[in-house]
């Protein structure tokens, strides 16, 4: 199954380039179309599907910014921003942006605690793969003893 950050992403590429990999490439500055498009392909020595680099991510958020960072990145809230519901007061503390870059650095911050909390996630669940994998190791080693 594909990566579900990727899942978001094919979700975006519906939505602003009518699902055409190329043409959503063309709206991404220096994202060759083929890394996004290897996304949603299994690679077929691993049978893994690839995970979307950072640079990808930053870029679709850079350039679509009405769609909500942490949903694109954890999935929790809302694909887009609405503004009816006085989004900004809520995040901001003020009616709206007094500035682009207090916007920019406000999704910045956004963007590094998720990364800080998928991070977290990942070397939580490579230790809960490793202790399950443990006694599968353990008698493998067994048997080639034997």
């Not at 709206?27 to 691993?46: E, M, N, W």
Request: negative net charge.
């Amino acid at each position: 199954m594909e990566h579900p950050i990727s899942q978001r992403i094919k979700h975006i590429i519906e939505k602003e380039a009518n699902g055409k990999v190329i043409e959503f490439a063309k709206k991404l500055d220096g994202i060759p179309y083929q890394v996004i498009s290897r996304l949603f392909k299994q690679d077929p020595r691993s049978g893994k599907y690839p995970t979307p680099s950072t640079d990808l991510i930053l870029e679709i958020v850079n350039k679509f910014i009405l769609y909500n960072p942490t949903w694109l990145l954890t999935g929790d809230g809302e694909p887009f921003i609405d503004e009816e519901d006085n989004y900004e007061n809520e995040h901001f503390g003020f009616d709206k942006p007094q500035t682009e870059f207090e916007q920019m650095e406000y999704w910045r911050a956004q963007y590094i605690d998720v990364c800080k909390k998928y991070m977290n996630l990942q070397e939580q669940y490579a230790l809960l793969l490793k202790r399950k994998l443990k006694p599968i190791v353990n008698l493998d080693d067994d048997k080639s003893a034997v």
